[in-house]
């Protein structure tokens, strides 16, 4: 259950916080994440992106830092 504490902790689904991070990985036109059956892993973009979310998507949504809580 790789985005379960996130959904958990965004009272979203599970299945919703993986679509806001594959839209997000639309918008940035790289991946984030790298994927298994048994783990993600953020890829060094998706490392970036978390320590500094306005510095790496500048001029991208305000909002993109929510879906790194907990992850």
């Not at 504490?5 to 991070?21: F, H, I, Y």
């Not at 060094?44 to 998507?57: E, F, I, M, N, T």
């Amino acid at each position: 259950m790789p985005f379960g504490r996130t959904a958990e902790k965004m009272r979203l689904s599970r299945a919703r916080v993986s679509q806001l991070v594959q839209r997000l990985e639309r918008r940035v036109g790289a991946a984030l994440l790298t994927r298994t059956s048994r783990r993600i892993a953020r890829t060094s973009l998706g490392q970036r992106l978390r320590a500094d979310p306005k510095g790496v998507a500048e001029g991208r949504d305000q909002g993109i830092s929510v879906v790194w809580v907990g992850c």
